[in-house]
Structure formats: structure tokens, C-alpha cells
T-cell receptor, first 112, second 110 residues
Framework: KAGVTQTPRYLIKTRGQQVTLSCSPI?????VSWYQQTPGQGLQFLFE???????NKGNFPGRFSGRQFSNSRSEMNVSTLELGDSALYLC???????????FGPGTRLTVL | TQLLEQSPQFLSIQEGENLTVYCNSS?????LQWYRQEPGEGPVLLVT?????EVKKLKRLTFQFGDARKDSSLHITAAQPGDTGLYLC??????????FGPGTRLSVLP
């Protein structure tokens, strides 16, 4: 069974731009969660989607948004990028909402 | 807000030594997971514990969930260089999202 895939793996953007990251969960998994990982803050929860509905949202500004499609694939979008948005963005899929999570390799975003 | 603390923050040991890392909280969790993460990669799930007092063994790794479900430990016997990585614990509670600890960075020297 294929694991969680994330694209792109690396991304370089400049301040003020926007970015869209993609996540394909493990086949059959309906829940997708997104996390931001930085050296200073560790892994911080962004949001969780289950069956195309946002179930939970972390404490991030409205510039961070996401969605989930009918095939469970998910995207997250960050608008008006700031230097502090540089991080590893991780996607995790699970069979059910808040079930065991399996992570993808992440997208390394660098904002210049 | 539920918080998880991990100790030690850093650990550097020689191959063959034993070690224990800890994950503590003042909150009760319905389940707790341990992950290992290598540089540039996503965390890999090692184990999930759900019952207070539960002990799970995975080859040389032993995981324990505290009786009160507020803390957990990971013990590695005869550490190997391949055990090097960032060890993260994550707690979940009913209806709420996972909370991650800051991690223990382990380095096993040959």
C-alpha cells in the first residue's frame, strides 16, 4: 500500500506570494491533517479534514487555509507569505478522524 | 491547553548503551503515540498506547503508558546508530486534535 505523498517536496517563494501544497493520503484513509514544523515551535497543528469537512483548526491566522476533495486528497494554501512561514509542512492521513496518523515526507517551504 | 513535555531534549550515547526518554503532561490522554523522525522526512509512527499501565515492545524498544494516562516512556536497549533521530510523542483526547511534544533528539555514536 502506497504511503502518504506530498508535492512539491521543496519550494522557494518570496514574501507576499501565495503557495499551494498538495497531499494524497493512503488509499482508503478519509482524514487528512496538516502540521507546521519549525525548529523553535516544533510540530504545530494547522487543521484536520474528514470527508471534505474541516473538523478542527489550530491557532494559525486566516492566511492559512485548506480543503479536501471527494477523493480525500487535500491542499493547503498560504497567502501573503511571511518570512516566518518558512517551515516543513507535514500532512498526515488516518482512517478515521483523530485515528492513528501516518505522515508524508513533508514540503520544505522557504520564504525569502 | 494540553501540553506535552519531553526529556531529555538532547541525548548522545555510544552504540550498545541503554536509554530512556520521557513524555509528560498534566493532562490525561485517551491515547499516546511515539514517532521517530529523521532529517528532512516526516515522522514515522512507532507505536500507539491506549490503556493506562500498558507496556508494548517492538524489538529493542519498550513503550510504557502511565497508569493515569498522563505520561509515557520509551526505553531502548543496546542502542544502534540506526536509532538516531528525533523521537516525538503525541497525545490525543476525545474530540480534540493531536498535541505533539517538542521531541528528544537522539544521537547514537558507533
Amino acid at each position: 500500500k502506497a504511503g502518504v505523498t506530498q508535492t512539491p517536496r521543496y519550494l522557494i517563494k518570496t514574501r507576499g506570494q501565495q503557495v499551494t501544497l498538495s497531499c494524497s493520503p493512503i488509499s482508503g484513509h478519509r482524514s487528512v491533517s496538516w502540521y507546521q514544523q519549525t525548529p523553535g515551535q516544533g510540530l504545530q497543528f494547522l487543521f484536520e479534514y474528514f470527508s471534505e469537512t474541516q473538523r478542527n483548526k489550530g491557532n494559525f491566522p486566516g492566511r492559512f487555509s485548506g480543503r479536501q476533495f471527494s477523493n480525500s486528497r487535500s491542499e493547503m494554501n498560504v497567502s501573503t507569505l511571511e518570512l516566518g512561514d518558512s517551515a516543513l509542512y507535514l500532512c498526515a492521513s488516518s482512517l478515521a478522524a483523530r485515528g492513528e496518523q501516518f505522515f508524508g515526507p513533508g514540503t520544505r517551504l522557504t520564504v525569502l | 491547553t494540553q501540553l506535552l513535555e519531553q526529556s531529555p531534549q538532547f541525548l548522545s550515547i555510544q552504540e550498545g548503551e541503554n536509554l530512556t526518554v520521557y513524555c509528560n503532561s498534566s493532562s490525561v490522554f485517551s491515547s499516546l503515540q511515539w514517532y521517530r523522525q529523521e532529517p528532512g522526512e516526516g515522522p514515522v509512527l512507532l507505536v500507539t498506547v491506549v490503556t493506562g499501565g500498558e507496556v508494548k515492545k517492538l524489538k529493542r524498544l519498550t513503550f510504557q503508558f502511565g497508569d493515569a494516562r498522563k505520561d509515557s516512556s520509551l526505553h531502548i536497549t543496546a542502542a544502534q546508530p540506526g536509532d538516531t533521530g528525533l523521537y516525538l510523542c503525541a497525545g490525543a483526547n476525545y474530540g480534540q486534535n493531536f498535541v505533539f511534544g517538542p521531541g528528544t533528539r537522539l544521537s547514537v555514536l558507533p
